[in-house]
């Protein structure tokens, strides 16, 4: 993973279009954090899905054809949805806590309005 991340940052240093550059600096943002987490759970030594550390992360499944999305307890579909080619927001510890308290009020069919820095 370390090797890929730097083979990215790599070239998002050189002489490449501003759109590529675009794409590429939202994949070190999420590749950074995939990283992240990947040593914290090693660290932590979570080695079964049913682990809370394991449970807290955004997690992708197919099932007969369709994509959920599960966070915790929550499972939602997903819904394809395209955001563009625009700029990320680093994720941090405090994104991913919007994230777990946004899709757990989705699940309940609840709403969330987040404000501020996480927020915007």
């Not at 590529?20 to 990947?38: G, P, Q």
């Amino acid at each position: 993973l370390e090797n890929d991340l730097q083979d990215i940052v790599a070239l998002v240093r050189g002489k490449v279009p501003k759109q590529v550059r675009k794409t590429l600096s939202a994949l070190v943002t999420l590749d950074v954090h995939a990283r992240d987490v990947t040593i914290d759970l090693n660290k932590n030594q979570v080695s079964s899905d049913s682990d809370f550390q394991w449970l807290c992360q955004l997690r992708y499944y197919w099932e007969n054809d369709d994509m959920f999305v599960r966070m915790i307890n929550s499972t939602c579909e997903y819904g394809n949805e395209y955001l563009g080619n625009s700029f990320r927001l680093v994720v941090t510890p405090l994104t991913d806590r919007c994230y777990r308290t946004l899709i757990g009020a989705y699940y309940l069919h609840l709403g969330g309005a987040p404000e501020g820095p996480a927020g915007t």
